[in-house]
C-alpha cells in the first residue's frame, strides 16, 4: 500500500528555515517523480516544486531560490528545505506522487502545517 | 501570469447532475494540459478523481467523468449525493515542468 508522512512542520519566524520531511513507503521513490504542493489556510492548492527520477528538480516562480527539493534514496524520504520564509509561506504543505499520466499526482500525504509569523 | 479558473462555488440538488469548469485567464484549455482534478473535503488532503482528462483514478465511481467542453476542462458528476459535498480543485500542465492549479470550487448539495 502506497503511504506518504510529511513531518517537520512547525511554527517559524520570518527569515527563517525550515526542512520538511516526506517519508514514503510501498513504493520506490528514487523511480518517481514527486512534488511538493501546497493551501494556505482557506485558499486553493499551489504547486510548488518537483524532483523528477534522474534527480531534476523544477520550482514554482513564487519559490525559486529559497525553496529546495532533494531526496534520500537510502532512506526513501523526500525533502523541502525552505529558506528566506516569509509569512505568504504560510500553508499546509503536501507531498504528492506522480499518477499514471506523468502530469497528474495520485497518492498524496496528509499533510504538515507551517506557520511562518513573528 | 497564466491563471487557471474555476467556479468559487456551486450548488445541485441531490440525484442532479452538476458539471465544473476549469479554464484559463488567456486562451483555452485542451487534451495538452493534461487537466486533472481533486476531490477535497475540510482537513484532509486532496483525493485524485480524473487524470488526463477524463481518466477516472482507481476506485472513483462512474458518476464522475471529465471532458473538455468548448475552452474548458469539464468535470461532471451525475446523480450528485450528499457526500459529494467538497471542494473540487483542478490542476493544468503548463509544460516546462510547470503546473498550475484553479482556484477551486466548493461544491454544496441540498
Known amino acids: 500500500e502506497v503511504q506518504l508522512v510529511e513531518s517537520g512542520g512547525g511554527l517559524v519566524q520570518p527569515g527563517g528555515s525550515l526542512r520538511l520531511s516526506c517519508a514514503a513507503s510501498?513504493?520506490?521513490?528514487?523511480?518517481?517523480?514527486m512534488n511538493w504542493v501546497r493551501q494556505a489556510p482557506g485558499k486553493g492548492l499551489e504547486w510548488v516544486s518537483i524532483i523528477y527520477s534522474d534527480s531534476s528538480t523544477n520550482y514554482a516562480d513564487s519559490v525559486k531560490g529559497r525553496f529546495t527539493i532533494s531526496r534520500d534514496n537510502s532512506k526513501n524520504t523526500l525533502y523541502l528545505q525552505m529558506n528566506s520564509l516569509r509569512p505568504e509561506d504560510t500553508a499546509v504543505y503536501y507531498c504528492a506522487r506522480r499518477g499514471y499520466s506523468g502530469y497528474d499526482f495520485d497518492y498524496w500525504g496528509q499533510g504538515t502545517l507551517v506557520t511562518v509569523s513573528s | 501570469q497564466t491563471v487557471v479558473t474555476q467556479e468559487p462555488s456551486f450548488s445541485v440538488s441531490p440525484g442532479g447532475t452538476v458539471t465544473l469548469t476549469c479554464g484559463l485567464s488567456?486562451?483555452?484549455?485542451?487534451?495538452?494540459?493534461?487537466p486533472s482534478w481533486y476531490q477535497q473535503t475540510p482537513g484532509r488532503a486532496p483525493r485524485a478523481l480524473i487524470y488526463n482528462t477524463s481518466t477516472r483514478s482507481s476506485g472513483v465511481p462512474d458518476r464522475f467523468s471529465g471532458s473538455i467542453l468548448g475552452n474548458k476542462a469539464a468535470l461532471t458528476i451525475t446523480g450528485a449525493q450528499a457526500d459529494d459535498e467538497s471542494d473540487y480543485h483542478c490542476?493544468?500542465?503548463?509544460?516546462?515542468?510547470?503546473?498550475?492549479f484553479g482556484g477551486g470550487t466548493k461544491l454544496t448539495v441540498l
Open positions: 490542476v493544468l500542465y503548463m509544460g516546462s515542468g510547470i503546473w498550475v
Open positions: 488567456s486562451g483555452s484549455v485542451s487534451t495538452t494540459f493534461y
Open positions: 510501498g513504493f520506490t521513490l528514487s523511480t518517481n517523480y
